[in-house]
């Protein structure tokens, strides 16, 4: 059933159009989900267009998980503009293009039908207002989150079993001073491990990890994206990366919560693989464990016996500033 029947059984109260909010959701930025959003919009934009009793207000697109409400910037300006009145009826593809978590369906259903906004799923056919909706939404949306938690299990397990294979290339994955050979194997990139080299010497110099970025953008050198600008957080990968003595962990940190995408440091809760000597090192093990042990002493957080952690009155500050 499409809108403009559905409008039929539902007139809108005074005014008399709905001004139509349409949302639309895909998971990524790729090439296939652009063109299925293009698809989803077209057909939602001309099921409005031929109904009498509505009118494209605007369309809310965005792209991102459905996993969680959370940071999605467009949904948060459709219920901003439905607050405001300005959007009367919110049209949608489907439950699973609104959110895969059951409970932020409804929670957002709920709160849209406090400002007596009704929402209606296009494939499910459901009217947000009608009786029942709200088991019918509960049950099409367990379906939609039970699907995407087997895909994730179905993904884990797929990761896991490739990890257990030595020859697998999920070790080959290459990082900055790194080549892909034709065989996939990785190789050493020699201009780029020229810097990682001058990153390890300066900090065993003294320099602290602002003092590097000043040093590596005032000659000029770029990132692995080309850029002219080091963020902090690249070279302090950098320094703690197994890779350049020729080492490959995976699952240094992990997802512990479905649907929860935050990973955490993994300290035993989840199996760890770990390949020594896989490929060609870059850096020595001497400098790299110099390196590790230099780090701790510079860190102002002073860890205790009994697990506790405490701030140092001072912070590392490198002479090299």
Not at 35 to 62: C, E, F, N, P, T
Not at 218 to 240: A, H, Q, Y
Request: proline fraction near 3%; charge should be positive; charged fraction near 25%.
């Amino acid at each position: 059933m499409t809108i403009v029947k559905k409008l039929k059984q539902h007139p809108p109260l005074p005014p008399s159009r709905y001004e139509v909010g349409i949302y639309c959701r895909v998971s990524t930025a790729s090439k296939t989900q652009v063109v299925s959003a293009g698809h989803q919009l077209s057909g939602l934009i001309a099921d409005v267009a031929h109904s009498q009793q509505a009118r494209l207000y605007d369309v809310y697109l965005d792209v991102q998980s459905g996993r969680t409400s959370d940071n999605r910037k467009n949904l948060m300006r459709l219920l901003d503009d439905c607050r405001a009145g300005r959007v009367t009826l919110v049209y949608t593809k489907s439950i699973s293009r609104f959110a895969r978590n059951t409970v932020d369906v409804l929670t957002i259903v709920r709160e849209l039908k406090k400002m007596n906004v009704p929402v209606y799923f296009e494939n499910e056919q459901l009217y947000s207002f009608d009786k029942e909706a709200e088991l019918a939404i509960s049950l099409h949306g367990a379906i939609a989150q039970g699907e995407s938690e087997n895909k994730s299990e179905n993904i884990k397990w797929s990761l896991d079993k490739a990890a257990q294979n030595p020859d697998a290339q999920i070790y080959n994955r290459k990082c900055y001073g790194y080549s892909n050979a034709e065989d996939g194997s990785l190789v050493i990139n020699e201009l780029e491990a020229e810097v990682i080299r001058q990153v390890f010497q300066l900090y065993l110099d003294g320099y602290s990890v602002g003092g590097i970025k000043k040093y590596l953008e005032g000659n000029g050198i770029l990132t692995s994206r080309g850029k002219m600008i080091w963020s902090k957080r690249s070279i302090e990968t950098i320094l703690t990366n197994e890779k350049y003595i020729g080492d490959v962990i995976l699952y240094k940190t992990f997802s512990p919560n479905f649907p929860e995408k935050k990973r955490i440091p993994n300290n035993g809760e989840h199996q760890k693989y770990i390949q020594k000597d896989h490929h060609p090192a870059i850096i020595s093990r001497e400098t790299f464990r110099a390196v590790q042990e230099m780090r701790e002493s510079r860190s102002n957080i002073e860890r205790h016996a009994d697990g506790t952690a405490t701030r140092k009155a001072r912070r590392y500050t490198g002479k090299k500033e």
